[in-house]
């Protein structure tokens, strides 16, 4: 049973430019959500998607987006990036309807930015 | 508005010894709380929940935390460390409240480094 993939796991990007990541939940799960963890910090919660549509999302700007497929997997895509977006980025899934805080998260995407 | 405070960024610890993490929370209501660990290179993983009960509960690992509702603390305990045990640890809560959506509020980690 695969748990989160996600990819890419390293990439490097220039100011300004745009980049999606990807990520497929562990079978079964119905729910996926994404966090920003900066070096030395506790990851940051950007927003969920449950039923293909956003439905709670964290303290970050309109250029941080995504998008959930039929088939549950989801995009996180970042607009005009900035320095301060250096970050590993995490995805986590989850059955949605309960608060049991069990999420399962994928190994990251660490995102660079010159 | 919910807040999770770690007041330790690392704890060293030799191997075989005792250790205690940890955590406090500010919330004006009832929250659900969690212990989280990430090994180096890898994701977050549960290692214990408090959601209702008994305010001791057993995870993996052999860790445990006791909820203590008076000081808002849940702080992570293992009586005998082993070198593997070398992670980040993550305490974290959900508000009850809100639609069940499992949004985690993190704490700043705790670097747990167990030496021989």
């Known amino acids: 049973d695969a748990g989160v993939t996600q990819s890419p796991t390293h990439l490097i990007k220039t100011r300004g430019q745009q980049v999606t990541l990807r990520c497929s939940p562990k079978?079964?799960?119905?729910?996926v959500s994404w966090y920003q963890q900066a070096l030395g910090q506790g990851p940051q919660f950007i927003f969920q998607?449950?039923?293909?549509?956003?439905?709670q999302r964290g303290n970050f700007p309109d250029r941080f987006s995504g998008h959930q497929f039929p088939n549950y997997s989801s995009e996180l895509n970042v607009n005009a990036l900035l320095l301060g977006d250096s970050a590993l980025y995490l995805c986590?899934?989850?059955?949605?309807?309960?608060?049991?805080?069990?999420?399962?998260f994928g190994e990251g995407s660490r995102l660079t930015v010159l | 508005a919910q807040s999770v405070t770690q007041l330790d960024s690392q704890v060293p610890v030799f191997e075989e010894a005792p250790v205690e993490l940890r955590c406090n929370y500010s919330?004006?209501?009832?929250?659900?709380l969690f212990w989280y660990v990430q090994y180096p290179n890898q994701g977050l993983q549960l290692l214990l929940k408090?959601?209702?009960?008994?305010?001791l509960v057993k995870g993996i690992n052999g860790f445990e935390a006791e909820f203590n509702k008076s000081q808002t603390s849940f702080h992570l305990r293992k009586p005998s460390v082993h070198i593997s045990d070398t992670a980040e640890y993550f305490c974290?809560?959900?508000?009850?409240?809100?639609?069940?959506?499992?949004?985690?509020?993190f704490g700043t980690g705790t670097l747990l480094a167990v030496q021989p």
């Open positions: 986590a899934s989850s059955l949605g309807g309960k608060n049991t805080g069990e999420l399962f």
């Open positions: 408090y959601l209702s009960g008994s305010t």
């Open positions: 974290a809560v959900i508000p009850p409240y809100g639609g069940a959506t499992n949004k985690l509020i």
């Open positions: 998607y449950y039923e293909e549509e956003e439905r």
């Open positions: 079978s079964g799960h119905d729910t």
């Open positions: 919330s004006s209501v009832s929250v659900y």
